[in-house]
């Protein structure tokens, strides 16, 4: 753009990564510097090198699709999941979604998995077939001594050679790692046969984790993308598929102390009319963690399978259109 003999920079329209939509809203601005601090304290997993040039995470809103996520769409690169992998609990042999997934799939279906790491899911459901996608040529190895497929492919490479080839297509908390969601689900869908299934776990937006007091790992680069459940039923407005079921897991045993920390913290925020903050690194933040710990430690043990709410994932199965 030419202004006056002044060269102009057009700035980059914001477009949701499910809708492609520019009717987007600005949610928050995130300070790197802060964002960084905190994945540091966390993890030692300084991540400001992933953002050059940049000040500011920005979380927006679609307007359309009501999808949630984040500029830049920057994902975590070996470096930074190399630091997480070295925690015990980053990475389980099973997850409460697996039996959620396992209700919607015969003894006879063709399985893909996408981001399977070392074929958990593939292990664990009786189906006619498994076939799993994943970038890791360490999970590849690792699967292959347990007899299960797994290859180091792309979805959208997958699909455009196997179209049309499987009754279920899966995946257990990738999506909200990905960059171009509509991609990545175009990829999953185009490799089902019609009235296939596809089968997506993600983390819960209309769970107590929206409000979270700094919870690093569902922000970038680690999550790129949030989903209530509207989010999720606004998929079938821009794929082929029909909305079947939505299951949140119950509160699991591994967030038992996370959920009593997180109110407290929340009751705290609301109490002193505090503005909410993704990543807040104050001094008087600091000061609330030691009694919302405290707290958190007391109560956890009162929570069982029949007295929690909902829990951090949810479920999302659906049919493909077509005969």
Not at 119 to 133: D, E, I, Q
Not at 294 to 313: D, E, Q, S, Y
Request: with cysteine; aromatic share 12%; glycine share 4%.
């Amino acid at each position: 753009m030419d202004y006056l003999g002044y060269k102009m920079k057009t700035k980059k329209a914001v477009v949701c990564p499910l809708s492609k939509s520019e009717e987007v809203e600005l949610v928050e601005r995130i300070p790197l510097k802060e964002l960084d601090a905190l994945y540091r304290r966390l993890y030692n997993a300084p991540i400001s090198r992933l953002y050059p040039d940049k000040d500011a995470i920005e979380m927006y809103r679609s307007k359309e699709s009501e999808l949630i996520w984040f500029e830049p769409l920057v994902p975590g690169d070996e470096t930074f999941y190399n630091s997480l992998q070295e925690k015990s609990w980053y990475y389980v042999d099973h997850k409460h979604e697996f039996d959620v997934a396992a209700k919607f799939i015969a003894p006879t279906d063709s399985i893909l998995e996408v981001g399977s790491g070392k074929g958990n899911f593939g292990r664990f459901v009786k189906a006619g077939s498994y076939v799993g996608l994943d970038f890791s040529l360490k999970a590849k190895e690792m699967a292959a001594k347990n007899g299960v497929d797994v290859r180091n492919e792309s979805i959208q490479d997958h699909a455009a050679s196997n179209p049309a080839s499987y009754d279920v297509s899966c995946a257990f908390q990738v999506l909200e790692h990905v960059p171009d969601v509509y991609e990545f689900l175009k990829g999953m869908v185009d490799a089902l046969k019609p009235g296939g299934k596809l089968i997506i776990a993600v983390p819960s937006e209309d769970s107590y984790i929206s409000k979270a007091n700094n919870l690093a790992l569902n922000l970038p680069p680690h999550h790129m993308s949030r989903y209530t459940d509207q989010a999720l039923r606004n998929v079938c407005n821009y794929l082929p598929v029909e909305l079947v079921a939505l299951e949140h897991d119950p509160l699991q045993p591994q967030h038992y102390f996370d959920y009593p920390y997180q109110l407290t913290m929340e009751a705290f925020r609301l109490k002193i009319g505090q503005r909410y903050q993704s990543v807040n690194n104050s001094w008087f933040n600091k000061l609330l963690r030691a009694p919302a710990t405290l707290l958190a430690k007391f109560l956890a043990p009162v929570f069982n399978r029949t007295n929690t709410p909902i829990g951090h994932t949810v479920v999302a199965v659906y049919t493909k259109k077509g005969v």
